[in-house]
Structure formats: C-alpha cells, structure tokens
C-alpha cells in the first residue's frame, strides 16, 4: 500500500520495493553522515526470478552501514497515522519493540551486527536518549533508556526517532545492521 514508504505506489504489482542492497551498501558524503535516513532495503537474491509473479511479500528491512554514521528514523510518519489512527487517537503506552532481521538458519552475513554487538559494535538513541538496554523477544528486543525505562515520550508531534550507529570493527568487511520491524506499544 506504500504506507511505510509514503510511496504513491499501490497494488501488487506497482509496489514501493525500497532499493537494492548494493545500493544501499555504499559509502556517502562526509555532508549527509550522522543525519542520514535509514533506507529501505531488499536483497535481489531474495526475490524469485519469473515471469508470474508468486510472491507478494518479501524480506524487506531498514538498514545501517557503518558507512553511515548515525541514521535516524521517525515513525508513525503520516501514512501510518492516517491508516491505522484515522480519527488521532494515537495513544502508545510508549513500549518500542525493535526487530532484527533473523539470519537464515542461524548463520548472519560477514560484518551483520545484532543484538550480542550492543552497545559496543551496535548504539541506538530514541528522541535523543541513549538506549541502555535491549530486553529480548526472540529476535524482537524492548528498548530501554535510563530517563524513561521501557515507557518512552513521544516527542510533540506524537512520534519517536530513533538513531542508530553501526561502529567499524573490521578493516576488511563492512560492518552493518538489518531491523525488519519497530513496533509501538
């Protein structure tokens, strides 16, 4: 429905698919790092080559480069507002539930950092508070400041941003992060 991507785009077949992974996995100016937005991203090798289409629902994720330096991520944005609060009711208690991408049988690419990389190789802020801990769900983890706990404010337009950094700790592989889901409680 292009509502996470407020893409004009709708239907199964004229979808928002966000950009490629080798695109997104690249190195940007000195200008837009630590205020870049966190992209929306797919993996080519993911999705089935044919000439019907058979999937209408794929892996999609947001991601971080180290490359990147602090990215930030507003929600809900207006579409998500519109949809699923229509009349501005609007009212989380204010839990916030950050999903990873699960890696395919366990096995995470070169470079991935989850939730064992916290807060070394992996630091998250939420309305400018340092997230201090990650309470797991699975792969799902509850975000926790020490301002708020688990209980977070939303900022005055009723929505939360959420910076995240991927630090370097590889000079040979870029190091990266995969969230598939933020969920406001």
Known sequence: QGILTMSENKGIN???TGIERK???V???DDEKNNYSMPLVYDESDREK?????????KDFFFVSQEYGWTNLTFPNDAELAAYAPAGDFKPIGMIVLC???CDWGKCQP???QHKEFPDGLKFELNG????ALEGLDQCFLL?????????QPNPEGRYTLRVLVNKTNDKIRSFTRITSLIVV
Do not use: M, P, R, W
């Not at 289409?53 to 794929?58: A, K, T, V």
């Not at 508070?129 to 201090?132: L, N």
């Open 14 to 16: 004229n979808y928002d």
């Open 23 to 25: 695109k997104a996995d």
């Open 27 to 29: 190195t940007i100016s």
């Open 50 to 58: 044919c000439e019907v289409q058979l999937n209408i629902d794929h």
């Open 100 to 102: 990873f991408l699960k």
């Open 111 to 113: 470079g991935e950092k």
């Open 129 to 132: 508070k340092a997230v201090t």
């Open 144 to 152: 926790h400041t020490d301002e708020e706990g688990f209980y977070h």
